[in-house]
């Protein structure tokens, strides 16, 4: 297995570029390997997650189908959160479905979907209480927005969640 480093004309990404994977969130490219599979070669870029540790290794082919893509754009993350600042949707189906329908939209990896999960979820001090499934998702959703505001901003994680919070009591 050969390492290289991730600059060739058909992988949009460069060693050290912290990328986004829908399901696992942000992770940094720690460069491309070229592998054999069954007598043919494969080129994979290899991303390390942190947070996870994990490594995940994704076809160059497949990379896009995938939704691997680069750091969201500030005008993006400006998008999310001014999500974050609207009112919450309070919705009448049961709590199974609208938890598949949540965890759909953390996984679709689009700041904006995981900010409105964070936002109808959150729960200020004079609200009720949540279930503990309704706090783990609002968890998952302000740990993958926060990680992805983090890389942007250069700040670590617990200051940027921190933010995504001050934004959403102010609201």
């Known amino acids: ?54 490594t995940l290794r994704v076809p160059v082919s497949k990379a896009n189908n995938a939704g691997l893509r ?6 993006v993350m400006e998008n999310a ?4 600042k609207g009112r919450a949707r309070a919705k009448k189906t049961m709590w199974s479905r609208r938890a598949q329908e949540y965890e759909a939209k953390i996984n679709s990896g689009d700041p904006v979907s995981i ?22 998702m609002y968890q998952a959703a302000l740990e993958r927005l926060a990680r992805e505001f983090a890389a942007m901003e250069h700040i670590d994680e617990r200051a940027a969640a921190e933010k995504l919070e001050g934004v959403l009591k102010a609201a």
């Open 1 to 54: 297995m050969a390492t290289a480093n991730a600059k060739k004309k058909d992988v949009p990404f460069n060693t050290g570029d912290y990328v986004v994977y829908p399901t696992h969130g942000v992770g940094k490219v720690m460069g491309l390997e070229t592998t054999e599979i069954s007598g043919s070669e494969l080129e994979l870029i290899v991303i390390k997650f942190d947070k996870d540790r994990m």
């Open 70 to 75: 680069k750091l969201s754009t500030k005008k």
């Open 81 to 84: 959160l001014t999500t974050l």
């Open 115 to 136: 900010a409105e999960v964070v936002r109808d979820l959150y729960r200020g001090e004079d609200q009720g209480e949540q279930s503990y499934s309704e706090r783990q």
